[in-house]
């Protein structure tokens, strides 16, 4: 009854303010998103497709992509492993310091990247705290792949966890004390009750991960020096648009954005997804009370 009163009253808005607030929607859209967007594929094919295509033949630039990649690949299974943990162990327990932990869970998104990426050099770069320990085993994390996972994996583990947090404590654990109770074992009730009732809100948060990972820059490139063995996309098109190459700086930029369009385009299925699944799990109930 109260969806049906907020219904009615969005429909009798005066037809002014419905035009007003949707002119307002879509021109923001469309000037800050969409027109960008355009200029950088356009952009990319302003030379023609063989300078598109000779762009993306370079060595480096397919450097830059494997990189990417493997950034990518690397810290999205991590915090997907975190993220299910810190959930489950927030939903489900309670111990001392759990309100900290949700704190620190949140402190990527309040701490700008750059940061984190001069942190990660203060503690594991030649003149930091464990530079020369290791530097005697040989060992290189800062200019190399291994700073530039550790990056990533910090300004993108909250989405994970973010997602999940609030999903399991409104389910509870009745489903899973009943499992338990008819003898169950723990990775039985994980798989067959927990990880059926998040798998939604996980691949969810596994595409925000996914796409945060792919399209970060601050952190990377302090940890990246920008050498051309550690150049992941992002840091790749800036030094392609300093070099004055801006065709293929935009080439490379249109290969971020069809990533991101991708991310974009798996995200609006998940959530058709999940308003299917749910308008077919309210329409029997919806069924049975007309009766």
């Known amino acids: 009854m109260a969806t049906t009163a907020k219904s009615r009253r969005a429909t009798n808005d005066p037809l002014w303010l419905r035009i007003l607030l949707i002119g307002l929607s879509i021109g923001f859209v469309s000037v800050l998103l969409v027109l960008p967007l355009v200029v950088v594929f356009a952009e990319a094919f302003r030379a023609g497709v063989g300078t598109y295509f000779a762009s993306l033949n370079n060595p480096a630039a397919w450097r830059a992509i494997r990189l990417t990649l493997l950034a990518a690949g690397i810290s999205v299974p991590l915090n997907l492993v975190f993220g299910v943990a810190a959930s489950w162990a927030i939903a489900k327990f309670d111990f001392p310091g759990k309100s900290f932990l949700i704190t620190l869970i949140d402190l990527p998104f309040?701490?700008?990247?750059?940061?984190?990426?001069?942190?990660?050099?203060?503690?594991?770069?030649?003149?930091?705290?464990f530079g020369k320990l290791l530097a005697a085993y040989n060992i290189e994390i800062i200019f190399a792949v291994p700073g530039i996972v550790l990056a990533t994996v910090f300004v993108t583990f909250p989405f994970v966890a973010r997602e999940l947090i609030p999903l399991m404590q409104e389910q509870g654990d009745e489903e899973e004390q009943a499992a338990l109770s008819l003898g169950a074992s723990g990775l039985q009730t994980f798989w067959r009750v927990t990880l059926p009732n998040i798998k939604w809100g996980l691949l969810y948060g596994v595409i925000l991960c996914n796409a945060r990972a792919m399209g970060e820059f601050g952190a990377v490139s302090v940890v990246a020096g920008h050498r051309g063995s550690t150049n992941t996309i992002p840091l790749y098109v800036e030094v392609l648009y300093n070099g004055w190459n801006a065709p293929a700086a935009f080439t490379m930029a249109s290969i971020l954005a069809l990533l991101g369009l991708v991310t974009l385009a798996a995200k609006t299925y998940l959530e058709w997804k999940v308003n299917q699944q749910l308008h077919d799990t309210l329409e029997p109930t919806t069924a049975e009370a007309t009766v």
Do not use: E, H
């Not at 701490?111 to 503690?123: A, F, K, R």
């Open 110 to 129: 309040a701490v700008s990247p750059v940061i984190s990426g001069l942190i990660y050099v203060l503690l594991f770069g030649l003149q930091g705290y």
